[in-house]
């Protein structure tokens, strides 16, 4: 059995840690055992707790993250590393250097959280780990000194890693840059076929376990029960946290419209997920809509999945994505989705996605009326996008088994470069 160490920031239900747990969920863990570093800020009390930063010591008081006990219960085990915060890098340095040369039964690193992978995984690899991976997940980066400290760490990445994957283009030419996507592919063993070349990186889909998201009439009735929304109430749905990126607020004016275009029936937008949501609350208050907007809050997977049962369309305004699941878990679920033209257009897999400008909310609400007024059966556009699904690569059955043959490939000779 070999193992891997996955790098993230926080162990808490983002996309690209769904997308993992999605993996290390249908691998074959006799096989390939997955392990996990995260980053953590102690506080004063935290400190004056501990004897130092060490992973041992961090792992004492850093509270439990969302995927902590399933991690645990799948046989994984969580490291911990002070994060990085732009001023403190010749400790983070020491940090890094330390982990790796004291934990020496790994057989690569994947590097998921790629604004210091450029730190990380060199240290990894001057230690003895046999392969370095960077796996680009978003295709842009925060505003401010944040930022530009991002895309100073990145711009040498290409160079500092032994394999570089993508969820998307985007992603890849954000985080690896031009160079490394316009670069002479290595010669290479192929061990499986669900990657796409684009230079030196491998575009991977951001598979999912897409029949669990099927279309359930059962699921749909509870939910919109559970929130007294009736029979033919419409329902907006968006699945993502609260944060600048993902752009909610925008939904307050197209909400708003669609309400007038609509005067006999009642519309709601329903919102999964955490975070800061002052500014979207205050932009649905100006327009008087706070009576129709529903924050069901963070839900686990199992939740999640019921929640897209009970929406009528899917809307997906971000500023800018690596490649949302979201949006593949909306068209497992056979919704209609209505989303930013930022957004990738690989994850336009059914015919049911279209991508519109957020430079038009106008162009939104025809979008989004057309769908409300020509009513699909779901069941069916479920089943079809299933199929579509799989055959792009988005099936977690068919995607985990490349996953895992490429992982005991590439590390058990690591003289060779392997394609997934």
């Known amino acids: 059995m070999i193992r891997i160490l996955h790098v993230f920031g926080k162990l808490n239900m983002g996309g690209a840690e769904t997308r993992t747990m999605d993996l290390y969920e249908h691998i074959d863990r006799t096989k390939v055992q997955f392990d996990f570093l995260c980053h953590y800020a102690p506080t004063k009390e935290d400190l004056a707790k501990i004897h130092g930063t060490s992973s041992e010591e961090l792992s004492k008081v850093r509270p439990a993250e969302d995927f902590d006990a399933k991690i645990r219960s799948l046989g994984g085990r969580i490291f911990v590393l002070p994060r990085f915060t732009g001023t403190n890098l010749p400790a983070y340095e020491r940090a890094v250097s330390a982990f790796f040369a004291s934990h020496h039964d790994f057989a690569a690193v994947e590097g998921h959280m790629t604004s210091t992978a450029s730190i990380y995984l060199p240290a990894a690899k001057k230690a003895g780990v046999p392969v370095t991976i960077a796996h680009a997940r978003s295709a842009g980066v925060d505003a401010g000194i944040r930022g530009v400290a991002t895309r100073l760490f990145r711009a040498s990445l290409f160079k500092k890693c032994g394999y570089m994957l993508s969820c998307s283009r985007p992603a890849a030419l954000s985080v690896f840059g031009k160079k490394a996507c316009e670069a002479k592919p290595l010669e290479a063993v192929n061990t499986a076929s669900i990657a796409k070349r684009l ?222």
């Open 199 to 420: 230079g030196a990186v491998q575009v991977v889909p951001n598979a999912l376990d897409v029949r669990s998201f099927a279309f359930d009439s059962a699921a749909r009735a509870a939910i919109r029960g559970e929130f007294g929304i009736g029979e033919d109430d419409i329902v907006l749905g968006h699945v993502g946290r609260f944060d600048p990126v993902k752009n909610q607020a925008y939904l307050a004016p197209v909400l708003s419209d669609l309400k007038e275009k609509f005067p006999g029936r009642r519309i709601v937008i329903l919102f999964v997920g955490r975070g800061d949501q002052t500014k979207t609350k205050e932009a649905f208050a100006e327009r008087h809509l706070t009576d129709q907007v529903i924050y069901a809050g963070l839900c686990d997977r199992e939740r999640t999945r019921k929640m897209y049962q009970a929406f009528d369309a899917f809307v997906f305004p971000s500023l800018y994505e690596g490649l949302p699941g979201t949006v593949v878990e909306a068209q497992a679920s056979g919704l209609s989705c209505v989303i930013s033209d930022a957004i990738t257009d690989e994850v336009c897999v059914t015919k049911r996605v279209t991508r519109v400008p957020l430079s038009n909310p106008s162009q939104w609400v025809d979008r989004i009326r057309e769908v409300i007024e020509k009513p699909e059966d779901r069941k069916e556009c479920s089943d079809e996008a299933l199929i579509s699904l799989q055959r792009a690569g988005f099936d977690i059955e068919t995607a985990a088994p490349c996953m895992e043959n490429w992982y005991l490939a590439a590390t058990q000779d690591a003289d060779h470069y392997y394609l997934i």
